[in-house]
């Protein structure tokens, strides 16, 4: 009897647990230790702060540029010493035409001259007539953007991707308990058969005697193992969540409660928005830029003066374009040096040709590769809005099954509650059995586990539909909270 009293104490304790856990850990707290202790998001925020300086490396690139050089510096020494050097300030500004300045000179000090010798002063100015260079620097800072962008999105889900792995490791250990309660359920009514037997006199060496022995035995294993089971998972999570496991039965740590959260609905987001599509539009986007970039024709032009030219004897003033036209290979050059102050007028002109006859069958298959790419592009988001529409239709179908269940399983509870509160009175006035009652009561505490199940599946539902879209508003919205705080700590 001592045997018997032991089972039913155990069972009806984990019972009266699962109602009344005392010192379960909090929901929030478990949550907040899990996401602190996840390496993954670690990485993901390392990724995201080297990104946003890689970006803006970028800008500072992009941006106004300003170059000083000493140019190579000769000493001669003896007698006769002199040092020669060369040198240059440069600045552009590429998003301006990819206009560019520059100054530079030939100095010479000589101890047998009592000055020093300028030549080859010069100041120039050059500008993108017809040129790509500020598309593809535009390029440039939008791919750098972008990269920016991914990463806070990554880290953005990578924070949604924790949490719904804490979620169903939650969902896994309710499921766990359910199945527990079960498990003691059926040691608990083979022990009363048991009992039966011994009422209506078998012999313990009988054979449904012994069966029902081994049954106990059986249950009792598979009650104990799943016990360990469970504490072993829920060391596991405690490990992840950074507490510390000190509970006499891994039950004890369940939350006592899940919260309810409101429905995301795959209808509150736009198509275009679904990251698949979202990524397919980019790339058509960027690619596009990309293909304009490659202009036909590209034309500089340059201006310039130089004080004491060599190869007129005299200062100049320095004109020069450059002309190219890609799709076959020819490249012209021109330039003219115009004296300012000489005896004479004899100006010095440069003209440069380079042709490549095999650019005009490099030009036609270019064309036709651009051609395929691009419909190979929209093929891609062809099939992004195809896998849009499957990826709908199946969280919609999900979320009406988790709606479904949990209309009918607090249906089903409300029932059991009352059922198990008639069977608590027909059980103290004798007309039922102990037996029939715990029934009742572990069926209401089934549906209870279930309910709670249900909460954390619609939780984890809610995280699997955010992660099919990208939510660029949730990081303004982050974005400007930040910027408010930080004004209001100013």
């Not at 829920?234 to 509970?247: D, P, T």
């Not at 100049?316 to 020819?330: E, M, R």
Request: glycine residues 4%; aromatic residues 10%.
């Amino acid at each position: 009897m001592k045997r018997k009293r032991f089972i039913v104490g155990g069972f009806l304790a984990l019972i009266l647990g699962i109602c009344h856990i005392a010192a379960s850990e909090n929901l929030e707290t478990l949550l907040s230790g899990y996401l602190a202790n996840d390496l993954e998001l670690k990485k993901l925020t390392n990724q995201m702060q080297k990104t946003m300086l890689e970006n803006e490396l970028t800008d500072i690139s992009s941006g106004f540029s300003f170059k000083l050089s000493s140019g190579t510096i000769t000493f001669t020494t003896g007698d006769n010493w002199n040092i020669r050097f060369t040198p240059t300030a440069s600045f552009s500004i590429p998003n301006a035409k990819n206009l560019g300045i520059s100054v530079s000179s030939s100095v010479l000090f000589d101890s047998r001259d009592a000055t020093d010798t300028f030549s080859n002063s010069s100041i120039k100015v050059s500008m993108d007539i017809i040129s790509q260079k500020s598309k593809n620097q535009e390029i440039t800072t939008l791919k750098s953007q972008r990269k920016v962008l991914e990463a806070k999105r990554s880290l953005q889900n990578g924070f949604v991707t924790a949490e719904k792995e804490f979620y169903e490791s939650i969902k896994s250990l309710y499921e766990m308990a359910s199945k527990l309660l079960s498990l003691e359920k059926n040691l608990y009514d083979d022990q009363l058969s048991m009992d039966t037997l011994k009422a209506q006199g078998y012999a313990s060496n009988s054979t449904k005697y012994k069966t029902a022995q081994m049954k106990i035995l059986n249950d009792q294993y598979e009650v104990d193992s799943q016990k360990k089971s469970m504490e072993r998972e829920v060391k596991i999570l405690c490990a992840k969540c950074g507490v510390q496991y000190n509970y006499k039965d891994p039950i004890d740590f369940l939350p006592t409660d899940i919260p309810e959260v409101e429905t995301i609905s795959v209808d509150n987001f736009s198509p275009n928005d679904y990251t698949k599509v979202e990524s397919a539009n980019w790339t058509k986007y960027i690619n596009n830029l990309e293909r304009e970039s490659k202009g036909a024709i590209s034309l500089t032009a340059n201006a310039g003066f130089t004080f004491n030219n060599d190869r007129t004897s005299s200062s100049t003033i320095d004109l020069g374009s450059n002309f190219t036209w890609n799709d076959t290979g020819l490249v012209l050059s021109a330039g003219t040096n115009l004296p300012v102050g000489a005896d004479s007028f004899s100006p010095v002109f440069t003209l440069g040709v380079s042709f490549d006859p095999t650019a005009f069958k490099s030009a036609k298959i270019n064309s036709q590769i651009t051609e395929l790419e691009s419909t190979q592009e929209d093929i891609a988001i062809q099939n992004a809005t195809i896998a849009f529409g499957t990826s709908a239709t199946a969280q919609k179908t999900s979320l009406e099954n988790i709606l479904w269940e949990k209309s009918t399983c607090k249906e089903s509870y409300d029932m059991y509650t009352s059922l198990e509160a008639d069977m608590a009175r027909y059980y103290s006035q004798g007309y039922v059995t102990k037996s029939e009652y715990n029934n009742a009561s572990v069926n209401k505490e089934t549906y209870r586990i279930k309910i709670l199940i249900n909460k954390l599946k619609l939780i984890i539902y809610n995280n699997e539909t955010s992660l099919l879209f990208v939510r660029d508003n949730e990081l303004q919205n982050e974005n400007e909270s930040t910027e408010e705080s930080a004004n209001v700590q100013k």
